[in-house]
């Protein structure tokens, strides 16, 4: 529903209920509180009441340069790059430290993930 918050949302499909409704045996605690427990290490992220410690795995992010890009230029040119347009229409760059890569369009969009 539009008028619960998201993290009792989230809780509720968790728990196994509905956002609205609360049971005798699942009470709804919103899981996103400002303030960390006393016991918890600073430099570690803070644990929910459920005692589920989301840890961020990947990224994906997209953008678009609006203008048309010549790819095999870009791979001749660029390190750590691969052009294959029998094999894939795009331009593959990679970089190892952090490990991400990047899809190149000749339409000008790019998708990095790492």
């Given at each position: 529903p539009a008028d619960v918050p998201r993290s009792l949302c989230w809780q509720a499909m968790l728990a196994g209920t509905s956002a609205g409704a609360s049971s005798s045996t699942t009470a709804l605690v919103p899981t996103d509180t400002a303030t960390e427990p006393a016991d918890q290490p600073a430099?570690?992220?803070?644990?929910?009441?459920?005692?589920?410690?989301?840890i961020l795995q990947n990224i994906v992010a997209t953008c678009n340069l609006g203008i048309a890009l010549d790819l095999k230029t870009i791979a001749m040119h660029a390190r750590n790059a691969e052009y294959n347009p029998k094999r894939f229409s795009a331009v593959i760059m990679r970089i190892r430290d952090p490990k991400t890569t990047a899809?190149?369009?000749?339409?000008?969009?790019?998708?990095?993930?790492?």
């Open positions: 430099d570690q992220p803070p644990t929910s009441l459920s005692g589920i410690r989301p899809l190149i369009f000749k339409s000008g969009k790019m998708v990095v993930t790492g």
